[in-house]
């Protein structure tokens, strides 16, 4: 993924993800925020003014507990109806939800 990226020209600065299982009490495992503020803590980042894109309804959820803007992408049909938080906008693909960031 990060090769993939760097090969567009934008640099991934870290890549994060949760060890734990599911009926893990973590606070990285999505909805949780744990990583998205883990993320900004070692990178400097003001989540107020960060964008979280995910395809699923936990990661709108992690987005919206840390207090970004969040994009979420559906797949074929798939009405958004999941997680405790509406996202910000969705969108078809990764391509749309930059336009949508950068528009």
């Known amino acids: 993924m990060t090769q993939y990226f760097k090969d567009k020209g934008v640099t991934i600065a870290g890549v994060y993800y949760c060890p734990h299982g599911r009926d893990s009490a973590c606070d990285c495992r999505k909805p949780a925020p744990g990583l998205l503020l883990r993320a900004a803590n070692e990178h400097n980042l003001n989540l107020s003014k960060s964008w979280c894109i995910g395809d699923s309804g936990s990661d709108v959820d992690a987005g919206r507990l840390a207090n970004t803007k969040t994009i979420l992408i559906l797949h074929n ?9 509406k996202p910000f906008g969705t969108v078809k693909n990764m391509k ?6 950068f528009s």
């Open 96 to 101: 749309h939800a930059v336009d949508m960031i």
């Open 77 to 85: 049909t798939q009405d958004y109806n999941e997680g405790q938080f």
